[in-house]
């Protein structure tokens, strides 16, 4: 069983960068494919980025060219760094782990970011 704890979220004016972290146990770390999703209110859960254990990332295009997501294999970790932030960021963000050598989908308990004035 895999736990998944996020960490760095808050309120931020728009314009500004925040870092997300989120830190896996339990499990093999390089097994793991990571991903940031976000939830806003009154809307479903969307994809940020993803990261596989090579490295290969994948973006939704609302968050290209400003987000980056990224993993250090030996803390464990997978980070988003989220820059030029826009009201429109506002969400809880959840970080999730696939297994890719067996079953297991996994899922953090949300850390909210919140951009506004």
Known sequence: ????????????????????????????????????????????????????????????????????ISRDNAKNTVYLQMNSLKPEDTAVYYCNAVNTAGPGNYWGQGTQVTVAP
Not at 44 to 55: C, D, K, Y
């Open 1 to 68: 069983q895999v736990q998944l704890v996020e960490s760095g979220g808050g309120l931020v004016q728009p314009g500004g960068s925040l870092r997300l972290s989120c830190a896996a146990s339990g499990g093999t770390f390089t097994f793991l494919d990571m991903g940031w999703y976000r939830q806003a209110p009154g809307k479903q859960r969307e994809l940020v980025a993803t990261i596989v254990s090579s490295g290969r990332t994948n973006y939704a295009d609302s968050v290209k060219g400003r987000f980056t």
